[in-house]
């Protein structure tokens, strides 16, 4: 059953590794999905530029190995360090402007489906309402703590009628029974929540922790915080990354997370326990500046990709 379509650039898949769309049939270990579409606030948003950031990060992440067996210092060896660890593209969920909730159901499914197949997905977005089906698929993996990094908290329940668009994704995940602990790393600045939002995830048991945390304290510190031998998910909004390593976003805030905060999260998780899949979104295309965005989006994924081949994930 092909739950996907190709990318648009019918060659383009992240780092060269080969394409399966029929999901049923999907033999990896990690699966890397773009999923372009969210449900938007208003209908001309639809088809808004990061609905190209699949295409963009997979476009990108050609300059960022010359050769799977070449050295990477984030890692220490080559990519996959003599594992053998199989990873394919596999397309992206088709959107359907007109039916939104149909979309949804379709990426929940294609999601599911690779982890019905012992893969781990990779979810490249699209806005921040993508990663809500992306939850929903993890039902019967739980409990799971949700690792969210972002610049705003998403504890929207509702804007202008939309429960299911990116100012929400927080709120929808702690109403899930297989989502346990929240932290949310990198909060700054003015976004869409209001005092009853910050008051709903506090009390909830959400950790909210700023960007100047992290920046006077260190990831090691966060890390400490979070659980050991869990289950973890990592949903990653781009404007939750410094704009000066993250320029491409639609809400660019000062102060933010950088790369190696990231990384380390990444790395720390991965040792901790076992990290089930992640996502990026909210990469805008047009505002980058020579790739830096889908090339930074590449480089994590890389390094969740040699993080879990080098603990042990695929033996």
């Known amino acids: 059953m092909s739950l996907t379509i190709p990318p648009r650039l019918a060659s383009n898949t992240f780092l060269g590794f080969p394409l399966c769309t029929k999901l049923d049939s999907l033999e990896a270990d990690i699966a890397i999905l773009g999923i372009p579409y969210g449900d938007p606030y208003k209908m001309g948003e639809v088809n808004n530029d990061q609905t190209n950031a699949p295409s963009a990060v997979r476009h990108e992440s050609a300059r960022l190995s010359l050769g799977l067996e070449h050295w990477d210092f984030d890692l220490g060896g080559p990519l996959f360090n003599g594992c053998d660890v199989r990873v394919v593209g596999c397309g992206d969920v088709p959107g359907d402007p007109a039916s939104i909730k149909g979309h949804y159901r379709i990426a929940e499914t294609a999601v599911k489906t690779i982890l019905d197949r012992n893969a781990l997905p990779i979810i490249i977005g699209g806005d921040h309402g993508v990663p809500i089906p992306v939850f929903r698929a993890f039902d019967g993996c739980g409990p799971i703590t949700l690792v969210h990094i972002d610049a705003h908290i998403d504890w929207r329940d509702e804007v202008n009628g939309v429960r299911e668009g990116y100012s929400s994704p927080i709120r929808r995940a702690s109403e899930l029974s297989h989502i346990d602990r929240i932290f949310q790393i990198g909060m700054r600045g ?126």
């Open 190 to 315: 003015q976004g869409s929540a209001r005092a009853q939002e910050v008051k709903a995830a506090l009390a909830y048991g959400a950790e909210i922790i700023t960007a100047y945390e992290v920046h006077e304290k260190g990831m090691d510190f966060v890390l400490a915080r979070i659980p050991a031998n869990e289950r973890y998910y990592l949903t990653i909004d781009a404007d939750g990354l410094d704009p000066t390593v993250m320029p491409a976003v639609a809400a660019p805030a000062a102060g933010g997370l950088l790369f190696h905060h990231v990384r380390r999260l990444i790395h720390g998780l991965v040792q901790k326990g076992r990290l089930l899949g992640m996502d990026i979104v909210e990469i805008t295309p047009k505002k980058d500046l020579n790739g830096i965005s889908s090339l930074t989006a590449g480089q994590l994924i890389l390094n969740f990709i040699g993080a879990t081949a080098r603990a042990g994930y695929f033996r």
